[in-house]
């Protein structure tokens, strides 16, 4: 129920409308005044600005035609700052500034619009007996006569604008009520005041109000009621307690189970791809988020570019939910370069080329052409030329046995350039993928190699055949950027021949991060990385030096160089080690939509030892920027060792796409 009107002051009551409307009534203002210009700046400034921002310049207009100057000064009673920030940003005579309206007539259309946004800004802090004076030239925008007055006043320089603010008490929030539309009587199994917010005695935000109307409506639907709404409200504020008594009227609708699956634009891929793949079986309980976890399985086939899943406006006659899925093509083949630089790691650039759809049944092939350079000559190998290359094809069938059993295989011919080897070799992985559900994955493969290397030792021919086993888990909620959730990987790889040790060796390895946002904005994210591994039954000497473990630059400790953080020979010269550690930390700030800075601390050491002894670890510290676009965010880190050795240099820089982890 909606009773608006003016309200009164201590002793009468202000019975207010819906808390949304409230909030929103204030778009519409601030559309037609912002809708379309981008400030305008002068030269070099306004490049910049734009480059960072490339949504500054989108919808460019012409000038105003009879601009009308203003300048405007805002004062709240009180002097409370979140409050005066709300209200100046609430404001569209201070915000439009610097964009003169057209005429008295505009002017006063702007100073009109700004009562409801500034009052809108009151209630969202709990100010629901504030009073707002907004004069033009020292009077009214209701004036009689106040078109005349405005013009009087252009003539003198700009019109003077005064926004005076006297925001009035805190309300807290008084008897709360979560009812049901068709009764008007609490529903049992609504969620607590605690969850929505909404506990008397507390501040009555009326955003507080807003967010727990789509907490209510996602309660319901995850309890299985498609077609959950809030219907109504009753907000009524008693200036004589300073108490919001607030009414909100749920209708849960029925509780529904999945129905028929209907699919829409698929037909690039075989038919019933998208089908077998839906796996909900019908007269399952209806949630959004076995709907939200098939959207995202779905969209992990290169092949989709789109997925759009349209709940029907009724149900069946059964009481099930029909669905419709719509999904659309990317197109089929594509070409990219990349490119990476590091101080310490060397550079490479990368071209490829590669076909989303190769047979129609969402197989994928890319081919990937690299050249690189170390940046140094090898400490193992002085003598040799500093530039690599890598020749790789890397292919992917869905579905091979069951929609879960994907074929996975990896072919490469490359020159490999580090401080404690050069390698040559010829690289063949194979392998089959199940999906146990969206969150989990085991492969099993098989791992071929057949290298020439080249040490402090000398030069070798080695053979490796392994059968590496492959565990995934990943309930993170974004592919390039997560903001919560973990990510575990584990890999046990039995060797059938290892080089000089033959058969019998194993390695282990393992890897935990997880991703946690301090805000709802998800401008603020602490992450933490940590990893281990071990080779088992072989000696160092026996392990192929390209199969021992190095630490040391921007894929695992920052600020050292390239491996440096791996066991050397009496000579000083870098050998690898049979085990290693690894852990890293950031805070992950965005300063604007486009712009943010991690602070960041790493630590790792690889050990001779069959496990990690944590002797000699090696710590880092740095900053990094980040440049947020949609393909993911540019990285730029600079590190510093925090306890170097002699070898080691005083910093590092890396510039790749992507987080560090």
Known sequence: ????????????????????????????????????????????????????????????????????????????????????????????????????????????????????????????????????????????????????????????????????????PVFTFGKVQILDAATHRPLADAPSLDVLNLQPGEPALASAIVRAEGVLVDHWRRAGHPFARVVDKDVVADHATRKLDVAILVSPGPVATFGRFTVEGADFLTPGFIEERVEIAPGTPYSPDVLNRLRRRLLKYESIASVRLIEADHLAPDGSLPITIEVTARKPRYVGFSATYSSTDGSAINGYWGHRNLFGGGETLRLDSQVSWFGQKPEAVPDADPFGYRLAASFMKPGIYTPQDDLIAQAAIFREVTNAYVNEAITLLAGVRHRF??????????????????????????????????????NTDSDLDPSRGWRLSGTVEPFAYLGDSGGGPALLKGSASTYYALDERKRYILA??????????????????????????????????????????????????????????????????????????????????????????????????????????????????????????????????????
Request: hydrophobic share 40%; with cysteine; glycine share 10%.
């Open 1 to 168: 129920m909606y009773r608006a009107s003016k309200g009164k002051q201590a002793g009468g009551l202000l019975a207010l409308g819906s808390a949304a409307v409230l909030l929103a009534s204030c778009l519409p203002a601030v559309a037609q005044e912002s809708a379309g210009a981008a400030t305008q700046q002068p030269g070099l400034f306004n490049s910049l600005a734009n480059l960072f921002n490339p949504q500054r310049t989108a919808g460019a207009e012409p000038p105003t035609i009879d601009a009308l100057p203003y300048s405007v000064a805002i004062e709240v009673r009180g002097g409370n700052r979140d409050i005066t920030n709300a209200v100046t940003d609430a404001s569209n005579l201070e915000s439009l500034e610097s964009r003169p309206p057209s005429g008295a007539a505009g002017l006063v259309r702007r100073a009109r619009a700004d009562e409801g946004n500034i009052n809108a800004a009151l209630y969202s802090l709990g100010h629901y007996a504030g009073t707002i004076r907004i004069t033009l030239a020292g009077n009214a925008p209701d004036a009689p006569n106040i078109f005349e007055i405005v013009e009087a006043a252009r003539k003198r320089g700009p019109v003077p604008v005064r926004i005076d603010v006297d925001p009035g």
């Open 437 to 474: 559900n969206d969150q989990l994955s085991m492969q099993v493969s098989i791992d071929l190699e057949e290298s020439r290397v080249e040490d402090t030792t000398g030069t070798h021919d080695y053979f490796i055949a392994g059968v590496p086993i492959d565990v995934n888990y990943d």
């Open 528 to 661: 933490a990385r940590v990893a281990a591994g071990s080779v088992l039954g072989a000696s160092l000497d026996d392990i192929p030096p390209q199969r021992r473990f190095y630490v040391g630059g921007g894929g695992s400790l920052r600020g050292y160089d390239y491996q440096s953080a791996s066991p050397r020979n009496a000579d000083g010269v870098i050998i690898g080690g049979r085990s290693f550690f690894e852990a890293s930390v950031e805070a992950r700030i965005r300063l604007t939509d486009t712009i943010g800075v991690v602070p960041f601390m790493d630590m790792g050491s690889a050990f001779t030892s069959e496990l990690p002894d944590f002797d000699e670890m090696k710590y880092s510290a740095g900053i990094g920027l980040r440049y947020y676009t949609a393909i993911g965010p540019l990285r730029l880190d600079v590190a510093f060792p925090l306890n170097p050795s002699p070898e080691d240099g005083t910093y590092g820089i890396y510039v790749s796409l992507g987080q560090s982890f």
